[in-house]
Structure formats: structure tokens, C-alpha cells
């Protein structure tokens, strides 16, 4: 099955004790230990929002910015599985992103931890009965390097706006040659390994959850790919939504889709 992150279809100086990115611990759920050996943090430049993702060994490729959500990217690579951190800035509530042996889920609650957010990243320690599962970590994870922004795009999102709405509108036509011009060359080729039934029922889903009435407000460039904000509908129902388009050539192409209903 084709990601449908384009997918629509096609889905400090620390007190802890360890290295800054190294963490040292363990998850402990029903299925087993997941043992933690690394950390490394983002920090989005809009809302200040902080998040920690755990994993069991350094990552082979750290940065991943071709990506809409660059901490899972680098997770969904990770051999194992990963744990994602989402701290509340005042008091000891947090979410949690749990992937471990291709099964996840997730919550929130108050959980015994103590996380200091700094100015080059975020530290801390957690002990104790975490969501699903018990958690005993410390670590230091410094941030990923801020994307390097070339310009801001302006309302409507300039080439890649419009290649985001010319493309969204030939999925949801659920025509067949027009979908296929609008894949990357790399969904190209997943979807050409395909059985033809399989090819006919990703088509279809494809053109059942595509946003429609798309509207985009704007966007940033980056060096070979961009990153636009949008309003839309889907499933008959308001949504805001991102993707990352990448520059193939002299055409913007969609790579990630992701929406969330108002």
C-alpha cells in the first residue's frame, strides 16, 4: 500500500547523567522492553511547541527534511520501533506516540517526569507508569537543525500551490492516467508493483479521501521543495491541511498530504 502521507493513501546542559542526543533506559509494555539508546528533539518555529523522539540507537540518516513530519521519518527508519514525547510546558502532563514491531498508539496524561525545555534542546527523566506501558529513561536530545528556508510563498502558494490544487483535483477524479502523472517517481514505481486489483482499489481510495475545494494559504520554499498550508474539504467535512511538493525537473510534484478536520 502507497504511503497516504502523500498518502492520502500513498500514510541544554542537562542533570540526566547522559550525552547530549544519547538517552539510557527502557519501555516496558505487554509485548515486551524496548530498550532506549538515543534521543534527538524538534522545536516548531511558529508555536514553540517542543517534541522528543526516543529511539534505540543513533539514526543513520538524522535529518530527513523532505519529510512534513521529520522526528516520525526518522523513526519509521529506526530498526525496533520508537517512542515520541510531547511535553505540555508547565506541569508533568504529556503525550506519548508509541511504534514499536509495526503496531502503535497513543494518549496523553500526568506522568511522573521532570523535562526541561532549553534554547538548544530538551532533557530530562521519567519514571514510572507511562499510558500503556512503564517507562524508566533519562536523556539529552539536542534539536534538529531548523530547516533552511529560501522564501516565504504568498496566498494561493505560487507554482507549488497551484501544482498542489491541479494535482489533489486529478486525484479526486479517480482518473486513472491523471493520477499516475501526478506521482513521484519513487510512488511510481511502488504503485507499478502492484496487482491490478490492488491498483484499482488504491486508485479508488485515493480518490475517495482526496481534499476537494482546496485553497491554499501560503507556504514556505526550501531548496528543492516546498511546504504549503491549505483549507479544503474532506469527507464533506472542513479541514486544514500541509503537504510537501518536491521539484522534479521543471514540475512540482506532491510527496505528503496530511489534513485534519476542523
Known sequence: MLKFVWAIVLTLASSSGVRAGQASGSYRESRGEFRIGYAIAERDPGSGAVRILLLGEAPQTPGRDRHLDRLEAIGEEAKGGYLILEPVPQGDYFNITVRIENLGYGGGGQYPSEIEIGEEGASGK???????????????????????KLADLPSGGGEPGAALVEQLKAVASGERAAILRSLPPEHLEEFESMSADEQEETLAMLADFAPTNVEVRGGVLYDGYAIVEFDADESGSPAKGRALLVRDGEQWRIQEVSTTLE
Do not use: Q, W
Not at 529513561?137 to 537543525?145: G, K, N, R, T, W
Open 126 to 148: 521519567i519514571e514510572g507508569d507511562v499510558f500503556n506501558g512503564e517507562m524508566n529513561v533519562s536523556f539529552d536530545a539536542e534539536y534538529l537543525p531548523a530547516r533552511k
